[in-house]
Structure formats: structure tokens, C-alpha cells
């Protein structure tokens, strides 16, 4: 089991940026593909991006296409959401997780490890 910790999240203004930082809290051997949720108030945690460490392959969810991008460092298991261009839309609780397999994984029942979260909050 992975104890990952979100930081980064905090109150932007529309059109601005924030970058998440997630990593183990502990050290760790394993390099797990991992990946960025969030969930709105009301609405169903979504998965935004993913990232495999085999190949540094990775994934964006269509609606942040273009304004976010998710990289790691590899040798650290540590993974970084950017996010640009930020919109009131994308107000939500921002999650890392870690899953199970090699490639990138966007289904979220492959994701065992799960981080406390860390608010995100765009003001228009």
C-alpha cells in the first residue's frame, strides 16, 4: 500500500494556473502508473489524466485538453498536474492515485491507493 500526498491546490482566479504535486509519503521501490481525479460537489469523481511510468505514455480527459498536462518524476514516483487557463468549471477536489498494471490506466477501479485530496477553487 502507497501513502500518497497531494499539495498545490489552493484559490485562482479565472484564467490562471496552479501545479499539483503528488508523492509517496514514505519511500517506496515500486513505480505505479498513476493518475489525477477530481470531484465537483455533486458530481462523480472523473479521472483527468494518467500517466505510465513504461514509456512516460500518458492521458488527458478531452474537457482539459490543451490547458493541463501531467508529468513525473520517475525516479521519485512523484507526479505533477499543471493546470493552465484555469475555469470556474474546474473547481473540485483534486486526488492522485496510484494503480495496478504497466501501461496508462484510465479505468478507476484499477486505482488501489488513493490521496487525501487537495482543493481546487477558480473564481470567475
Known amino acids: 500500500q502507497v501513502q500518497l500526498v497531494e499539495s498545490g491546490g489552493g484559490l485562482v482566479q479565472a484564467g490562471g494556473s496552479l501545479r499539483l504535486s503528488c508523492a509517496p509519503s514514505g519511500h517506496t521501490d515500486n513505480s505505479y502508473p498513476m493518475g489525477w481525479f477530481r470531484q465537483a460537489p455533486g458530481k462523480e469523481r472523473e479521472l483527468v489524466a494518467a500517466?505510465?511510468?513504461?514509456?512516460?505514455?500518458?492521458y488527458v480527459t478531452e474537457s482539459v485538453k490543451g490547458r493541463f498536462t501531467i508529468s513525473g518524476a520517475y525516479a521519485r514516483n512523484t507526479v505533477y498536474l499543471q493546470m493552465n487557463n484555469l475555469k470556474p468549471e474546474d473547481t473540485a477536489i483534486y486526488y492522485c492515485?496510484?494503480?495496478?498494471?504497466?501501461?496508462?490506466?484510465?479505468?478507476?477501479?484499477?486505482?488501489?491507493?488513493w490521496g487525501q485530496g487537495t482543493q481546487v477553487t477558480v473564481s470567475s
Open positions: 492515485a496510484a494503480a495496478r498494471g504497466s501501461g496508462v490506466v484510465t479505468d478507476p477501479a484499477a486505482y488501489h491507493d
Open positions: 500517466i505510465s511510468w513504461v514509456g512516460i505514455s500518458t
